[in-house]
């Protein structure tokens, strides 16, 4: 599989500022994607980081919040805006489809936004 | 778009019985039924998955089955060590996967 790295894996952000979380991954792949935990809950998928072209967006999620960026097969950055106290969870990259469609995790980004 | 529901959210078991998290999904172009487990601070990670052409699949203490006319799936672990006490999720794929909401496992010694 492969390795995912994830930075940062943890911050304390204040209310209405904006953090840019880093996904690297070790080899070139076609899919990665953008997942938020909420404490407790399941994971729900953020939107899709397209190369070379916007992000794919899923219901209830807009680029003004969370813009995306792909600038090449082994990177993308999803950066949380303006933020508020219900955007403190995991925020987690996955990448698949190249890997015959298991997605795997990167480490995940633990925010906390007071 | 797909919807994955799970049961049940908590699960507990005596260390050596079975534990069973059943899943359903809605989109029959699903082709993918991966399950995942998550301890404590840490990412899901992969323990079995299974695809639509196959019905069963086993690995040591774990199997999954798959009935697709009645678009369900379900994780089976057998001889229950309290290591596999976690979060397990359940999810399926067609080309981006979507999740169940989550079975907390607790094996008591």
């Known amino acids: 599989s492969a390795v995912i790295s994830q930075k940062p894996s943890r911050d304390i952000c204040q209310r209405g500022t904006s953090l840019t979380i880093q996904c690297q991954v070790d080899s070139q792949v076609t899919m990665m994607f953008w997942y938020r935990q909420q404490p407790g809950q399941s994971l729900t998928l953020i939107a899709t980081a397209n190369q070379g072209s916007e992000a794919t967006y899923e219901s209830g999620f807009v680029i003004d919040k969370f813009p995306i960026s792909r600038p090449n097969l082994t990177f993308s950055t999803l950066t949380v805006s303006n933020m508020s106290p219900e955007d403190s969870s995991i925020y987690l990259c996955?990448?698949?489809?190249?890997?015959?469609?298991?997605?795997?995790f990167g480490e995940g980004s633990w925010l906390t936004v007071v | 778009g797909e919807n994955v529901e799970q049961h049940p959210s908590t699960l507990s078991v005596q260390e050596g019985d079975s534990a069973v998290i059943k899943c359903t999904y809605s989109?029959?172009?699903?082709?993918?039924f991966p399950w995942y487990k998550q301890e404590l601070g840490k990412r899901p990670q992969l323990i079995i998955d299974?695809?639509?052409?196959?019905g069963e699949k086993k690995d040591q203490r774990i199997a999954v089955t798959l009935n697709k006319t009645a678009k369900h799936f379900s994780l089976h672990i057998t001889e229950t060590q309290p290591e596999d006490s976690a979060v397990y999720f359940c999810?399926?794929?067609?080309?981006?996967?979507?999740f169940g909401a989550g079975t907390r496992l607790t094996v008591k010694p």
């Open positions: 299974i695809r639509s052409n196959v």
């Open positions: 999810a399926a794929s067609v080309n981006d996967m979507r």
């Open positions: 996955s990448v698949g489809g190249d890997l015959g469609n298991t997605i795997y």
């Open positions: 989109d029959s172009a699903s082709n993918y």
